[in-house]
């Protein structure tokens, strides 16, 4: 069993630090001040080859899961904020297209997406339905040559920055539960579509948004898959995108135990570097076994994806356990640092808080309880 990473990863991941590095790092700041992240970023990630598909001989296909996990968990350790909207776009928006596009969209689709030109949010959340993914309540009526949509999308990250939307809606009111929904491509220019930034304090710099939908129509090519089946595919969108969101979580744990490991090496207290205290030294030794752990548990889940296998069991637990030491080890390390922690621009405050954020992504940790649970009851 081989554990080390693939040539083409190292390599590719050493570019990508030199990428951050020169065009991300130095402006982090001005970005988290506005509230905004250039959409120059994404033009620079998809003309690197990095925004999570390639075109091969005329073909796009995803890149491999674990290059993703490994890049992703770069990018998070500095910045969650701008980590979850390239996230958003690869692997909510731009992978909904390369799994549910018929073949004559999907190069219309995709191959602005991966260049970075068109940026693709996922709209699913409202203010009833979160966990709960069925519950939607906005409408989809067919009408001549299409469909015209009603309803609001609550909480819907790049909703701001993105060009285009995945949005479902109940195409069919008395249809069953797992067959009501539908998915459709939206144009978040047309006619109809009104946009309202939110005011939140996690994964800055990125934008949380609401969307409102008023008798806007979409064309009916732009039905996303097949029509009742909106359902099943927002959920498998979910179960991909677990991966990603896992790796940025754990980018998330080493950011702040990096931070906090640091400063606990120079902080004195009581006369004695705080690392000369047995539980604080003891502390960081659980926190950075788990993180590798998790790791472990992370690129399996990535490894068997990429060989083609069902990965939806692993995925969940993934995507729980670096939840789990990303939430434990940010709040340890910004203890660390004392009162300064509760200081907005620290570079510690934000870790804590990102933490948080990641345990709502991609279904909630009850959420993935009640799918490991139940596939543990299958299996035995």
Same mark, same amino acid.
């Given at each position: 069993m081989d554990f080390s990473l693939p040539d083409e990863v190292l390599n590719e991941e050493k570019r990508y630090k030199e990428f951050i590095a020169e065009h991300m790092i130095p402006h982090l700041s001005s970005w988290y001040q506005e509230g905004k992240i250039p959409r120059d970023l994404f033009l620079g990630l998809g003309q690197q080859g990095w925004l999570g598909f390639e075109n091969k001989n005329g073909r796009v296909v995803e890149q491999s899961?674990?290059?993703?996990?490994?890049?992703?968990?770069?990018?998070?350790k500095h910045s969650p904020g701008v980590a979850v909207a390239v996230l958003v776009h690869i692997s909510l928006g731009t992978l909904g297209c390369s799994?549910?596009?018929?073949?004559?969209?999907?190069?219309? &689709? +995709?191959?602005?997406?991966? *260049? @970075?030109?068109t940026l693709i949010c996922l709209g699913n959340?409202?203010?009833?339905?979160?966990?709960?993914?069925?519950?939607?309540?906005?409408?989809?009526?067919?009408?001549?040559?299409g469909w015209l949509l009603n309803g609001t999308k609550?909480?819907?990250?790049n909703g701001s920055l993105s060009d285009l939307a995945l949005v479902t809606a109940i195409s069919d009111p008395d249809a069953s539960r797992n067959e009501r929904l539908s998915m459709f491509v939206v144009d978040l220019t047309a006619k109809g579509v009104s946009r309202k930034k939110l005011n939140k304090k996690v994964w800055i710099p990125s934008d949380l948004t609401r969307i409102h939908l008023k008798?806007?129509?979409?064309?009916?090519?732009? &039905? +996303?898959?097949?029509?009742? *089946? @909106?359902?099943?595919?927002?959920?498998e969108i979910f179960t991909h995108s677990r991966l990603s969101i896992g790796a940025l979580t754990l980018g998330t744990a080493v950011g702040a135990f990096e931070l906090g490991l640091q400063h606990a090496k120079k902080r004195e207290i009581?006369?004695?570097?705080?690392?000369?205290?047995?539980?604080?030294?003891?502390?960081?030794?659980?926190?950075?076994?788990?993180?590798?752990?998790?790791?472990?548990?992370?690129?399996?889940?990535?490894?068997?994806?990429?060989?083609?296998?069902?990965?939806?069991f692993e995925a969940s637990m993934a995507k729980y356990v670096t939840v789990e030491i990303a939430r434990a080890v940010s709040t340890w390390a910004a203890d660390l640092f004392g009162a300064a922690s509760v200081i907005l621009?620290?570079?510690?405050?934000k870790f804590p808080m990102d933490a948080w954020a990641s345990s709502l992504g991609e279904g909630t940790q009850d959420v993935q309880k009640l799918i490991i649970s139940r596939e543990l009851m299958n299996r035995n």
């Amino acid at each position: 069993m081989d554990f080390s990473l693939p040539d083409e990863v190292l390599n590719e991941e050493k570019r990508y630090k030199e990428f951050i590095a020169e065009h991300m790092i130095p402006h982090l700041s001005s970005w988290y001040q506005e509230g905004k992240i250039p959409r120059d970023l994404f033009l620079g990630l998809g003309q690197q080859g990095w925004l999570g598909f390639e075109n091969k001989n005329g073909r796009v296909v995803e890149q491999s899961a674990l290059k993703q996990a490994v890049l992703y968990e770069y990018l998070a350790k500095h910045s969650p904020g701008v980590a979850v909207a390239v996230l958003v776009h690869i692997s909510l928006g731009t992978l909904g297209c390369s799994l549910f596009a018929s073949q004559s969209r999907r190069s219309l &689709l +995709l191959d602005p997406a991966i *260049r @970075g030109e068109t940026l693709i949010c996922l709209g699913n959340t409202e203010p009833t339905a979160g966990s709960d993914v069925a519950n939607i309540g906005m409408r989809a009526a067919r009408v001549d040559g299409g469909w015209l949509l009603n309803g609001t999308k609550a909480y819907v990250t790049n909703g701001s920055l993105s060009d285009l939307a995945l949005v479902t809606a109940i195409s069919d009111p008395d249809a069953s539960r797992n067959e009501r929904l539908s998915m459709f491509v939206v144009d978040l220019t047309a006619k109809g579509v009104s946009r309202k930034k939110l005011n939140k304090k996690v994964w800055i710099p990125s934008d949380l948004t609401r969307i409102h939908l008023k008798d806007v129509f979409v064309p009916a090519e732009n &039905l +996303l898959g097949r029509e009742g *089946r @909106g359902l099943q595919q927002v959920l498998e969108i979910f179960t991909h995108s677990r991966l990603s969101i896992g790796a940025l979580t754990l980018g998330t744990a080493v950011g702040a135990f990096e931070l906090g490991l640091q400063h606990a090496k120079k902080r004195e207290i009581f006369g004695r570097n705080i690392f000369d205290f047995q539980a604080k030294s003891f502390e960081a030794a659980d926190h950075w076994s788990k993180i590798e752990a998790a790791r472990l548990m992370l690129w399996k889940a990535c490894w068997m994806k990429d060989q083609g296998q069902d990965f939806r069991f692993e995925a969940s637990m993934a995507k729980y356990v670096t939840v789990e030491i990303a939430r434990a080890v940010s709040t340890w390390a910004a203890d660390l640092f004392g009162a300064a922690s509760v200081i907005l621009d620290h570079p510690i405050h934000k870790f804590p808080m990102d933490a948080w954020a990641s345990s709502l992504g991609e279904g909630t940790q009850d959420v993935q309880k009640l799918i490991i649970s139940r596939e543990l009851m299958n299996r035995n």
